[in-house]
């Protein structure tokens, strides 16, 4: 039981992903065609609400990606899949953490 409910939350938040990822697209779109200098307009940055959507749907798309790459080392029943995992992982960690600060 608790297997499923595991998949049922791992789609939602494929569903959330996939979500932002077109509410990002469509910010920009509108942006870019109100205002020609890239979807700024005075006062309010409407590319940044566009970035924040863009990052959710990422963070949630690796978050996908790691455990269910996870869930494949660990049938492999191999030590050096599952170190290879954790260095992936590890470097996506450390990616989206540098890149959040930079």
Do not use: H
């Amino acid at each position: 039981m608790a297997n499923l409910e595991f998949k049922r939350a791992l789609n939602f938040m494929g569903f959330v992903a996939t979500i932002c990822i077109a509410v990002a697209l469509i910010i920009s779109l509108i942006a870019s065609a109100i205002s020609g200098d890239g979807g700024s307009i005075p006062n309010f940055q409407i590319s940044d609400l566009a970035t924040a959507f863009a990052f959710i749907a990422n963070i949630l798309a690796y978050f996908i990606t790691i455990v269910s790459g996870f869930y494949y080392a660990k049938s492999k029943r191999n030590a050096w899949f599952m170190v290879i995992q954790i260095i992936g992982t590890l470097v996506i960690i450390a990616a989206v953490i540098v890149g959040a600060i930079l």
